[in-house]
């Protein structure tokens, strides 16, 4: 869900509200305004492990606090 939202950032960066609007008009999941917190928190942790993965696929500035997604010129037959 955040790989796929982070995928469709515009340029390929964006803050964490801008993944949170991508992920909240998902066709995979129900919003519910009243667990906004808990989806927030949600995206929170999926953006850290996604972060830390061995090839991970986005990156967080701190300076601009922004996420890059990193795999935005990947083919599909990437190694």
């Known amino acids: ?5 982070a995928s469709r950032l515009p ?7 801008d993944l949170f609007e991508l992920i909240k ?6 919003y519910e305004p ?5 989806l927030n928190g949600i995206i929170s942790g999926a953006l850290d492990r ?4 061995n090839d991970p696929c986005v ?4 300076d601009k606090k ?8 990947r083919t599909l037959d990437f190694p």
């Open 59 to 62: 990156k967080y500035d701190s």
């Open 50 to 53: 996604l972060h830390y993965e």
């Open 66 to 73: 922004i996420w890059i997604y990193l795999h935005r010129n």
């Open 11 to 17: 340029d390929g960066v964006g803050t964490r509200a």
């Open 25 to 30: 008009h998902s066709q995979w999941i129900r």
């Open 1 to 5: 869900m955040s790989r796929d939202a």
């Open 34 to 38: 009243s667990e906004e917190a808990h």
